[in-house]
């Protein structure tokens, strides 16, 4: 079966301003993010893409540009299980005012869970996107070849979920995982089972570096802005 490029958007203004975009129409990249689409052709060169798929929002659909400007032969398609998680009354407000929240608690350390008012549950969104990633491997694999490689781009939450299902891990222990904006996690599906071969790969360790302010213990919902 294909495998699958993951790409997170690059950074966007609600990541800047620290706010729970989700659907909230408008959300662009921001100048680092742009940069950071503009260099996305470069660190995907050497692969023979076959597709392209995205999220409906802004931010992915600018980040997916310049890789289609670079390959006029490809149109990308837009899959709306891809798009961010549903967060309801909580999309457009400030992640600091949320976190006194108690359901932010559950969403930490239980999120099967977690549903967000207004919104959807968070097992909800795992179950959509991966049913349509299985539909897309289908897809791409009968219209290319099973040794296929296409690339999805969408967002934080979306894909370490998407991760968590190909690892077997249980959605209560995905906030584990980390994906910055722009980095590209890789999962090579086969007759048996799923590997995943790249996470959160951005070529770039400034991240890692100690940061004067302490990071917290938890997660980043939605998937945070990355390195400063």
Excluded at 45 to 61: D, G, K, N, Y
Excluded at 113 to 130: I, K, L, N, V, Y
Excluded at 140 to 153: F, K, N, S, T
Excluded at 168 to 181: A, K, N, W, Y
Aim: net charge negative; proline share 6%.
């Amino acid at each position: 079966m294909p495998t699958l490029i993951l790409v997170r958007h690059g950074r966007s203004t609600a990541n800047t301003e620290g706010v729970l975009a989700g659907w909230t129409p408008g959300v662009a990249l921001d100048e680092r993010g742009a940069a950071q689409a503009a260099a996305l052709p470069g660190r995907l060169a050497a692969l023979p893409i076959a597709e392209i798929v995205s999220s409906p929002l802004q931010r992915c659909q600018e980040t997916i540009r310049p890789l289609l400007d670079a390959r006029p032969g490809l149109t990308a398609h837009t899959e709306e299980r891809i798009g961010e998680c549903h967060y309801g009354d909580w999309s457009g407000r400030k992640l600091a005012d949320l976190k006194d929240e108690p359901l932010m608690d559950v969403v930490q350390s239980h999120p099967t869970a977690a549903a967000f008012p207004g919104g959807e549950s968070m097992r909800a969104m795992q179950t959509r996107a991966a049913e349509a990633v299985r539909e897309w491997n289908a897809r791409v694999e009968r219209d290319h070849g099973a040794d296929a490689v296409y690339v999805m781009c969408s967002h934080g939450d979306i894909i370490k979920s998407l991760v968590a299902d190909a690892l077997g891990l249980h959605l209560d222990l995905f906030q584990r995982i980390s994906v910055e904006p722009c980095s590209i996690t890789a999962i090579r599906y086969t007759r048996l089972r799923p590997f995943l071969v790249r996470l959160g790969d951005t070529g770039d360790f400034a991240s890692l570096a100690p940061r004067e302010e302490a990071a917290a213990g938890d997660a980043a919902v939605g998937g945070g802005a990355g390195a400063p």
